[in-house]
């Protein structure tokens, strides 16, 4: 049978993997984005945040206060790397929850729930046109997106068609398929994974999609509470002796920094008061917040372990508030 070993929980956001030079480009993006999610839980521009907060997050908004943050998160991501290639030197299978923003999946429709069934997992670089319209801060995180050149990952499509089949046995509708679409790479939630932790290259990639970002087919929290705990129950059920690791990709809180939204997260996966992430509203998760559903899924799927928080970095990156909520985790 099946074991879960270890989990992992990360940001994979622009903002970690491209130095403070390009945080304004990233803060430029904020000020054109008219549906930034406040703390007051209702959508503004980013001109009414700022009329909101005054000079909160003044002190945050400085050249110093970016590279602190930065190299903190980078020591950070540092750390779970060195885990995580321990790890996945006894580890046969890395199953990674995350979503897809209109990059494996594009115009073809955006699933609820989805697993890949095929052997291989292709990442390459965007296409030119498609890179030629991407902003410079993102271009420059790129290097943490996707490789330079053709990559082929492995995957596992016995897990993968068994997990389809214990899920949909308990009432989750998962979308299936077997073929990547032509043209298009693994979305960043997954090739991040290879491309900034390393770990043993032959270790098979079970990429678990979930829709973090695109209403109104999002799963509501305590579905994807439910959601962990049969993924968990369906590798355990699996009949191959392996050992497996679930990592939780993305989050936490942005476009705005929600502090509050993240310190209750992490406490509760850390306390096990999982319940009462299953309460969380999907309000609260609306735009880039919503990767937090990843982190409960895999949560609830690591319930067993006892889970550390390694580090929480709030990133501010305008005056205005926004930014990434950084957090990292570790499962044992």
């Known amino acids: 049978m099946a074991t879960i070993i270890a989990g992992f929980g990360f940001p994979h956001t622009p903002q970690l993997s491209s130095s403070p030079d390009h945080w ?67 580890a046969d299978i890395v199953v990674v929850i995350g979503g897809d923003l209109h990059e494996l999946f594009l115009n073809l429709g955006t699933p609820a729930l989805a697993l890949y069934l095929g052997d291989t997992l292709l990442d390459f670089p965007l296409p030119a046109e498609e890179l030629e319209r991407t902003p410079s801060g993102i271009k420059a995180a790129m290097w943490a997106r996707h490789s330079e050149e053709i990559r082929a990952y492995p995957a596992d499509p016995s897990l993968s068609q068994f997990l389809l089949e214990e899920l949909s046995h308990d009432n989750f509708d998962v979308m299936q398929f077997s073929v990547q679409p032509t043209g298009r790479p693994l979305g960043h939630s997954f090739s991040f994974v290879p491309l900034r932790l390393g770990g043993r290259s032959s270790i098979r990639m079970v990429p678990l999609f979930i829709n973090t970002y695109f209403p109104p087919n999002q799963p509501s929290p305590s579905r994807c509470l439910d959601l962990g705990r049969s993924l968990r129950k369906a590798i355990e059920a699996w009949p191959e002796s392996a050992k497996v690791i679930i990592i939780a990709s993305g989050g936490l809180s942005h476009f705005v920094i929600n502090e509050d939204l993240d310190l209750r997260l992490l406490t509760a996966l850390r306390d096990h008061d999982l319940e009462s992430l299953g309460r969380i509203s999907l309000d609260e998760l609306r735009g880039g917040s919503g990767e937090i559903l990843s982190w409960i899924v895999a949560g609830a799927a690591l319930e067993n372990l006892s889970m550390e928080i390694v580090d929480y970095v709030p990133s501010y990156r305008s005056a205005a508030g926004t930014g990434v909520g950084m957090g990292f985790a570790h499962w044992v």
């Open 24 to 90: 304004r480009d990233h803060a430029l993006r904020d000020q054109q984005n008219r549906t930034l999610l406040g703390l007051d839980g209702e959508i503004h521009t980013y001109d009414e945040l700022l009329q909101q907060v005054g000079k909160r997050f003044e002190n945050a908004n400085t050249e110093e206060a970016w590279w602190q943050a930065y190299e903190r998160a980078q020591r950070d991501v540092g750390a779970i790397a060195e885990e995580y290639s321990n790890v996945s030197e006894r």
